[in-house]
């Protein structure tokens, strides 16, 4: 090679040295900018990212649950219906069933499978998808989710997903991943967590499921609502047996016994009827009261434990009691026909007809629609669900006919009550009946505390939330008359102080006389207070009113708890006044009390979700009457039951006072009763005021109510006595707001 050449290649040479330093230098510069873009963009997302030590503090929804005096739940709140467990609270069939579903390499990464998102990067490229598609996501990743609450498929939304599961990984161990995810899931129509779905589905406990239970709730959160059992049986039967085969791939179990598991029916719960079917407007009362105290967030969200003074034996028997009440009493007013005809459209079809009650399991005693669907002779076929029954004259006989034919017809709807049911033929017993228009309340309380006992509000809160044991202020009546005379006691008069029962007339505020007559229109002369009361006389009650001075009365009914208006007339010594059921069953207390009335209360104690106390309370009792005032009128009251207009009540062979009440064209029935432990108060009449009909007066139509009622409360208990006043006692100056006062006669010739 010559010089010249040998000088080219060295220049060559070089010139290859130079680019390739260079081209070393550039990839450097590359290299740095890359990581630093790289670094940035990570430093970008970090600083966005939700902080990961929030899921320490993190509440998701939870069930505010109202608990009764026996700590029973008789109601509950909430957004979500979701009941949180720990790890040792979920079975291990349940914890490998999830993983086997859902994420079988779960203790095994790190947050990511690095080779199911491979794969699914090679199969979502191949159908044009996105990355870390379907097959990719782990048990971390979808916990990821949803503590951000955000699902959209974008590459900044898993860039983010994949760096939170990175930090969740470092800073939580496995099982409290896992019981995080088990408790956050949608597992159904407002069911969240594996506990709520055990309860919702199978009635059950986490820790009492089954094998075949566990694979059906650990395949539900792919897709609560394609899964659903109690919809779609057979994809849910077909994704439990999945997560089976699935749990033997990975030898969680083995292949024999997976195979003899799915082989199992689906066996659900039945669906639970409202659990605030049980007390629905006292429930609601409680929660009217949360809601003034505390933010609805709270109340629905958060959890809160609230405790009442319920007592569920006893508010099933009110409700019962006043539910067959006013269904009797309806009865009487006659049959109005059937609610509705499902044969309207011609093109119906009997065999498909569905009404939405027969979604609840039926059982002997509910009351339901039925569907007429052939009427013979003297029969009628009926259907109710798939349950079919024949009627004759015998089951509408209330009705006055005397044929089924001639009340009802094919496709007409009605209400039925279930008698009997036979699973074996499909048949029933069924019994005509109609849902009353007249309405009612019943409340007792406890009388020593003014504990709650039962509280019903009206025949059917779906129908009316309208609360009128707490909210209906109706007329009184003759309810009132014990507290004019407790006003009277203490101005002199005694159970057998002499009255006039004689016609007289008192000058009225439009200058028109004003005459007070006698339920039954006869006066009887020279009666006692005894008698005047226990015959709920008027014209006597009216003429001790004006005697005493009808502003003592007044003042009088305020000691007792009426917070109305009190129109200082004579009228009001008759029940000229209106106050709600709750008010005068506190009021009727003092009596057996001797003289104490203990506020009404139905909030024991609520707290929140850590069980911090929020409040707690105790009865208050005050003085209202001397006990031996008390002691008197309790006497009147008890002879009211022995002898009077309340002789009824006798049957029960217990110690029992109370009043009834009825007032004008008789819109109001009323009767307040006691034992010497309770004191129960039960109205009846319509919204709308209107006549309950002739002679439909507090004796006939409320007080079987209160008889009914307090029969199945006092069944199997010891008999009670009323407590005997000391002679000593005396009115406090409190109640009295003077010195103990002296006692002045009034004699019957200063009666009008």
Same mark, same amino acid.
């Given at each position: ?374 009427? =013979?002779?003297?029969? +009628? !076929?009926? /259907? ?7 009627? %004759? $004259?015998?089951? &509408? ?26 699973? =074996?033929?499909?048949? +029933? !017993?069924? /019994? ?7 309405? %009612? $309340?019943?409340? &007792? ?308």
């Amino acid at each position: 090679m010559t010089a010249s050449g040998k000088k080219a290649d060295g220049t060559l040479s070089a010139r290859r040295d130079r680019l390739g330093l260079w081209g070393f230098f550039l990839f450097l510069a590359l290299l740095f900018i890359t990581a630093g873009l790289g670094l940035g963009i990570f430093l970008g997302y970090e600083y966005n990212l939700p902080p990961i030590q929030s899921l320490e503090d993190y509440r998701p929804d939870v069930i505010t649950s109202i608990y009764s005096a026996d700590d029973s739940v008789i109601g509950e709140f909430a957004v979500e219906r979701r009941i949180i467990v720990s790890f040792e609270e979920i079975p291990p069939y349940l914890q490998l069933a999830i993983i086997a579903v859902e994420d079988a390499q779960f203790y095994n990464h790190s947050g990511l499978n690095y080779y199911s998102i491979l794969r699914a990067v090679v199969k979502d490229t191949i159908r044009r998808s996105f990355p870390i598609g379907k097959g990719a996501s782990t048990i971390t990743l979808q916990l990821a989710r949803m503590l951000t609450g955000r699902y959209e498929k974008t590459w900044d939304r898993k860039i983010k997903d994949i760096l939170i599961a990175w930090k969740i990984e470092k800073r939580y161990s496995k099982h409290q991943i896992l019981t995080l995810y088990a408790n956050l899931h949608n597992m159904g129509p407002g069911i969240y967590g594996v506990a709520a779905a055990a309860d919702y589905y199978f009635g059950k406990q986490p820790k009492e499921l089954t094998l075949e239970e566990c694979a059906l709730i650990a395949g539900l959160p792919r897709s609560p609502g394609r899964y659903n059992p109690r919809r779609h049986p057979r994809e849910a039967m077909a994704r439990r047996n999945l997560v089976l085969d699935r749990m033997a791939d990975e030898r969680m179990i083995s292949l024999q016994l997976a195979e003899e598991t799915k082989k199992k029916p689906i066996v659900l719960a039945p669906p639970r009827r409202n659990e605030r079917d049980l007390a629905p407007h006292f429930v609601e009362w409680v929660r009217e009261t949360l809601a003034g105290r505390y933010s609805t967030d709270e109340i629905w969200r958060r959890g809160m434990r609230v405790y009442t003074t319920l007592d569920i034996r006893m508010q099933t028997a009110a409700r019962r009691a006043l539910a067959e009440g006013l269904r009797e009493f309806d009865k009487r007013t006659g049959w109005r026909g059937p609610i509705g005809n499902a044969f309207a459209d011609a093109s119906a079809d009997a065999g498909a007809y569905e009404h939405p009650g027969w979604r609840t399991p039926l059982r002997p005693g509910d009351i339901v629609v039925g569907l007429v669907e052939e009427v =013979g002779g003297a029969t +009628a !076929a009926v /259907r109710i669900g798939s349950y079919r029954a024949e009627i %004759g $004259a015998r089951e &509408i006989a209330w009705t006055g006919a005397k044929a089924p034919g001639a009340i009802l017809g094919a496709g007409d709807l009605a209400w039925f009550r279930i008698v009997s049911l036979d699973e =074996g033929t499909l048949s +029933a !017993a069924l /019994r005509l009946e109609q849902q009353p228009e007249v309405e %009612g $309340a019943l409340v &007792i309380l406890e009388n020593a505390t003014g504990k709650v006992r039962a509280l019903v509000g009206g025949y059917d809160f779906a129908s009316s939330e309208f609360n009128r044991a707490t909210q209906a202020m109706r007329q009184v009546g003759s309810t009132f008359k014990p507290i004019v005379y407790s006003a009277a006691f203490e101005q002199g008069l005694g159970p057998e102080s002499p009255l006039l029962d004689t016609p007289v007339s008192f000058d009225s505020s439009d200058g028109r006389p004003w005459s007070p007559r006698n339920y039954d229109g006869v006066f009887k002369g020279e009666i006692t207070v005894r008698q005047a009361l226990t015959e709920s006389r008027n014209v006597p009650t009216v003429k001790v009113a004006s005697m005493i001075g009808i502003k003592n009365v007044v003042v009088m009914a305020r000691r007792f708890g009426l917070a109305g208006p009190l129109d200082p007339y004579l009228p009001l010594a008759l029940g000229a006044c209106e106050a709600t059921p709750l008010e005068m069953a506190s009021a009727f207390t003092v009596f057996p009390n001797l003289g104490n009335q203990a506020q009404p209360w139905f909030l024991r104690r609520v707290e929140d979700y850590d069980r911090v106390k929020r409040e707690e309370h105790e009865p208050q009792v005050h003085r209202v009457l001397q006990p031996h005032h008390a002691a008197a009128m309790l006497g009147v009251l008890e002879n009211v039951v022995q002898n009077g207009t309340a002789r009824a009540a006798r049957g029960l062979g217990r110690p029992i006072g109370g009043k009834t009440g009825t007032t004008n064209d008789f819109t109001d029935a009323w009767f307040v009763g006691f034992t010497p432990s309770l004191t129960a108060a039960v109205w009846v009449g319509y919204d709308k005021t209107r006549n309950l009909g002739n002679r439909q007066s507090g004796s006939a139509v409320a007080l079987p109510i209160w008889i009914d009622c307090m029969r199945e409360i006092l069944e199997g208990t010891p008999v009670e006595r009323f407590p005997e006043p000391e002679v000593t006692d005396q009115m406090s100056d409190e109640v009295s707001g003077s010195a103990p006062y002296e006692r002045k006669r009034i004699f019957i010739e200063d009666l009008p």
